[in-house]
């Protein structure tokens, strides 16, 4: 009589040990929550964290506000990332916040890191570092830090994109030449002298951000305007800061 059929019991084992990996993985996505407003996930345990840091610290006398950033803020923790916090607080609240931290730690087996923030040294800190601040950071509670444009040192640019489609093929290397600028190559005898004209957006401090897309200083939109309607083009203009070189 013919012994049981080896494959089948490797097969059943495949599908047995294929099942618990489902499992498993179902278990891994059950453990991870989405940020709101669908902006990426971030593990389940971070999640309480997050939510009991906010709701903890609150509590404490000084802290004025609570702003989450870095991967967990857009998403993309992993299971040994830190979770960054940015807290506005007085110096004495300081050892305070840290109690409350440390215990969530303890609990709830993640790793805070934390940057303490006073508005009066805000010359200390790295002005891009809050500008992302301002720019990215979730607030867990209070509010971002109020910073004007010059305290981040951020100037005010225009972003303009143009339409071109209704200019003769003629006319369109022209307002490229005139825009971009152009160079010319002319050999005499053995020699070749090389003109090069520097086009608007040399001179005005701008630069080329795509097929019909261009990014000026504030002071050169008139300019650009005049440009633009000198040769029938459209445009639509967005208002941008940008820090400076």
């Known amino acids: 009589m013919p012994g049981p059929s080896r494959p089948r019991q490797v097969r059943l084992r495949r599908l047995r040990d294929e099942g618990r990996s489902r499992q498993g993985a179902e278990e891994l996505r059950d453990d991870r929550v989405r940020l709101p407003g669908g902006a990426g996930v971030i593990p389940r345990r971070f999640a309480e964290a997050i939510r009991a840091a906010a709701q903890e610290l609150s509590q404490v006398p000084g802290v004025r506000s609570v702003v989450l950033f870095g991967s967990a803020a857009r998403g993309t923790a992993k299971e040994d990332s830190d979770i960054d916090l940015f807290i506005d607080c007085d110096r004495a609240a300081e050892d305070a916040a840290w109690k409350v931290l440390v215990g969530l730690d303890g609990r709830l087996h993640v790793e805070f890191s934390v940057m303490f923030y006073r508005p009066e040294e805000r010359e200390a800190f790295d002005k891009q570092f809050l500008e992302s601040i301002v720019r990215q950071g979730r607030v867990l509670f209070g509010g971002l830090p ?93 208002a941008i800061w940008s820090q400076r070189p």
């Open 146 to 238: 109020v910073l004007t444009p010059d305290q981040l040192d951020l100037q005010p640019l225009r972003l303009v994109s143009y339409q071109t489609g209704r200019l003769s093929p003629r006319k369109r290397a022209q307002f490229l030449r005139e825009i971009d600028g152009y160079e010319t190559r002319k050999r005499v005898g053995r020699k070749v002298y090389v003109v090069r004209k520097p086009g608007f957006l040399k001179e005005a401090g701008g630069w080329r951000v795509g097929r019909g897309a261009v990014v000026v200083p504030e002071e050169s939109i008139e300019a650009l305007d005049d440009l633009l309607r000198r040769y029938g083009a459209t445009r639509s203009i967005i």
